[in-house]
């Protein structure tokens, strides 16, 4: 199910050409520039090694920069401008995609929302 679900938003944000994970580490990063990776796993519930994977493609790409001084082993991650860029056309095709969900949720999305949300309370 959470492949379909993930495969739902991948397809809405086609146009932008990123993914889902991707959208979302632009996202966080674009809430919290300077942030470094232990921040950013934290806070997007990611592995450090998984999310350092992850941002491979989007710093190749010239997405995100990091702007931490030469030397420094703690990065400080912003979206470049071409990744400002990209997040700007993002972001209306995934509230396009999150309308679309709740119209076919109907009172299920805020159920499930709740549920989602209270996810750090449950640990």
Aim: glycine fraction near 8%; hydrophobic fraction near 40%; charge should be positive.
């Amino acid at each position: 199910m959470s492949q379909r679900v993930t495969g739902f938003y991948d397809t809405a944000l086609e146009p932008a050409g990123i993914s889902v994970t991707q959208y979302s580490l632009l996202a966080n990063i674009w809430r919290m520039p300077g942030c470094g990776t232990g921040q950013l796993a934290q806070r997007v519930r990611l592995e450090r090694s998984t999310l350092v994977r992850t941002l491979q493609p989007l710093l190749s790409q010239g997405f995100i920069v990091d702007k931490a001084p030469g030397g420094s082993r703690k990065r400080q991650l912003h979206l470049s401008p071409l990744g400002e860029e990209i997040y700007a056309k993002a972001v209306p095709l995934w509230q396009q995609a999150q309308t679309n969900v709740k119209l076919h949720l109907g009172e299920s999305y805020e159920a499930l929302w709740h549920i989602f949300t209270q996810i750090d309370t449950l640990e």
